[in-house]
Nanobody
Framework: QVQLVESGGGSVQSGGSLRLSCAAS????????MTWFRQAPGKEREGVST???????TYAGSVKGRFTISQDNAKNTVYLQLNSLKPEDTAMYYC?????????????????WGQGTQVTVSA
């Protein structure tokens, strides 16, 4: 079992920055990929960024160049730095862990989820 706890969300103005954290505990050795998803009210969940155990990263086109994912293996924590935020980035952000060797943006692939942290960007 893996437990995930997100933090770092908040309310910022357009152009602002936030850093989200996802702290993992439990059988973290089993995790292959960590992914950030987000879901805005009335919209489908979308994948934002992934990082695998080798450190390889991917980004959705809508956030590429603005968001940066990283991990601190000693702390079992994955971070998502959000820069140049836009109102359309407003959503609940979730981190998810996959024990299978996959980093696809398919929520059904992921075994463990955090409770989410809210990001609100005002114009």
């Amino acid at each position: 079992q893996v437990q995930l706890v997100e933090s770092g969300g908040g309310s910022v103005q357009s152009g602002g920055s936030l850093r989200l954290s996802c702290a993992a505990s439990g059988d973290t050795y089993s995790v292959y990929c960590m992914t950030w998803f987000r879901q805005a009210p009335g919209k489908e969940r979308e994948g934002v960024s992934t990082i695998d155990r080798t450190g390889r990263t991917t980004y959705a086109g809508s956030v590429k160049g603005r968001f940066t994912i990283s991990q601190d293996n000693a702390k079992n924590t994955v971070y998502l730095q959000l820069n140049s935020l836009k109102p359309e980035d407003t959503a609940m952000y979730y981190c998810a862990a996959n024990v299978r060797p996959s980093c696809l943006y398919l929520g059904s692939e992921y075994n463990y989820w955090g409770q989410g942290t809210q990001v609100t960007v005002s114009a």
